[in-house]
Every structure is written in structure tokens, then in C-alpha cells.
């Protein structure tokens, strides 16, 4: 009766418990001394619940009473987002680098070949599909990329509040309803708080969500919310002037259409001279 009574009072004063077991694809288990009695006395006086994700299997041990929710895996259903769960727990368990994604992309574009009707080993193609795996991954190496890696520092202090504008920076993206290439010119504004952005950051800041999948509404407010953590301004605009080749080259054909989206932020949005005065400046050669 001691003994029971000793479990009970290390699961009261115990959080919730992760147990790590070996499934199929070679997970190692990683449980420690208290965990092994967590796990034995959950049997009677806990509860256990159990979820897959991507072949992994993970165990949430605890008291009845106790939040599992924030131990759900995001690395195993959502990509490249991080897991601090396996960081902490299986410091082997790690996203694939997209050097190591060649084999299986060049191995689809391959079959794209063959279902086009073309022979994949004709001479013209034998290296096609290893080309196109690695362009894909640098048209789209902006997932490999964050906002803190890319300012590296950058933000100074600085007396001014006047309007910085950076205007005509190239973007190259690709679209995500039919994966073929749209480009063409972005324009930042922001009104500095005593802070202020390394000026050639601003393109990075575009290259980042500019290569990716995306669509160019979505793109244009990624990069205004992007300055806006940065420096934290007074407001931020953001103007995308695009040419989608998703509409040169099919369906309607139109060779000469361009698709301008904007984002304003702050004063940019509130205050309508500010706005103008922004404008006018993007559009004034």
C-alpha cells in the first residue's frame, strides 16, 4: 500500500510525459529511468494516448487531468518547420537536406519524361531529370531561408522618421496553381521608429518569400509583415507589379497583362497623404 501510494505522489508533482518508441523505420527508443515508471504506473493510474506521424510513433503519458496539446509534432506533418520535441529528445531525428531530396525529384521528373511520351534515355534527356531537380531547388530555396538569418544584424539605430522607399526589385517566384515561373519588380516603403533596415536586406527580405510557392497576393503581404517584425515601423507598403506566365503561355494568353497587388500597413493605411506620397514616389520614374 506504501508503494502505491509513492507512485500516485511522483505523478502529482510529474508533467506530462513523452515516450519514444521504435517503429519501423528504425526510430531509436529514448526513455529514461522516470519515464520507464511513468509508463509502468500509467497502466493503472494514468492515461495514454498515442498518435503516427510520418512512421513515428509517439506516446503522451500523464495524469488524466494534464494538456498533451502542445506535444504535437508540426516537423513530421508540416516539412521543414522544426520539432522541438526531437531536437530535444532524438538529436538524430532531422529534416532531410534538400541535397538529399536530388535522388527521389529526379526520379519523378523521369517519369514526368516518360509520361510525356519522350524516352528519358535519349541523349538530349539522360541528365534532364537531375538538371530540373536541382533548379526546382533553388527556385525554391527560400524555404531553406528565415527572416533572422537574413537581416544577420542589421537593424541600426537611427534618428529618422522620414519615408524609405526601395523600389524596382526583381522577383522571380513560381506559381503555385500550375508550377511555371512568374516574375517581375517590388516596391517597399516603410516609415521608420528609430530604427532602420540594412537597405540591401529589403531585397533579401523579397528574395526569401519570392522562392517559394506562392501565389503574388499572398507574397506581396509576406514581405510587408516581414519588415514590420524587422524594425517595427510606423507603417510598411508594399507594391508587386507581376507577369505571369501561367497566363502568357495557356489559357487565355495574354502576353502583355500585368497583376499589380499591393500591402499597407500602419500610417501607410490609415493616413491617406502618406499613401500618396508613397505612390508618387513608385511611380515616378
Known amino acids: 500500500m506504501k508503494q502505491v501510494n509513492e507512485v500516485e505522489q511522483r505523478q502529482q508533482h510529474t508533467t506530462t510525459t513523452f515516450v519514444m518508441e521504435t517503429t519501423n523505420n528504425g526510430h531509436e527508443t529514448m526513455i529514461s529511468d522516470q519515464q520507464q515508471l511513468m509508463s509502468h504506473s500509467s497502466a ?38 522544426n520539432c522541438t520535441f526531437h531536437h530535444d529528445l532524438e538529436l538524430d531525428h532531422k529534416p532531410p537536406t534538400r541535397e538529399a531530396l536530388l535522388p527521389d ?3 519523378s521528373y523521369r517519369l514526368l519524361l516518360g509520361g510525356l511520351g519522350e524516352n528519358p534515355d535519349r541523349q538530349g534527356l539522360i541528365k534532364t531529370p537531375e538538371r530540373a531537380a536541382k533548379a526546382m531547388l533553388f527556385f525554391t530555396k527560400g524555404y531553406d531561408q528565415s527572416l533572422e538569418d537574413v537581416l544577420n544584424g542589421a537593424v541600426f539605430d537611427e534618428d529618422h522618421d522620414e519615408m524609405v522607399v526601395v523600389k524596382d526589385i526583381e522577383m522571380f517566384s513560381m506559381c503555385e496553381h500550375h508550377l511555371v515561373p512568374f516574375y517581375g519588380k517590388v516596391s517597399i516603403g516603410y516609415l521608420p521608429c528609430n530604427k532602420i533596415l540594412g537597405l540591401s536586406k529589403l531585397a533579401r527580405i523579397v528574395e526569401i518569400f519570392s522562392r517559394r510557392l506562392q501565389v503574388q497576393e499572398r507574397l506581396t503581404k509576406q514581405i510587408a509583415v516581414a519588415v514590420t517584425q524587422a524594425v517595427q515601423p510606423a507603417g510598411v507598403a508594399v507594391v508587386v507589379e507581376g507577369v505571369h506566365m501561367c497566363m502568357v503561355m495557356r489559357g487565355v494568353q495574354k502576353i502583355n497583362s500585368k497583376t499589380v497587388t499591393s500591402t499597407m500597413l500602419g500610417v501607410f493605411r490609415d493616413d491617406p497623404k502618406t499613401r500618396e506620397e508613397f505612390l508618387n514616389l513608385v511611380n515616378s520614374k
Open 44 to 81: 493503472t493510474n494514468g492515461s495514454r494516448l498515442s498518435s503516427k506521424t510520418s512512421g513515428l510513433h509517439l506516446s503522451f503519458v500523464g495524469n488524466a487531468n494534464e494538456s498533451v496539446g502542445s506535444a504535437f509534432c508540426k516537423q513530421c506533418q508540416i516539412g521543414h518547420e
Open 105 to 107: 525529384m529526379a526520379r
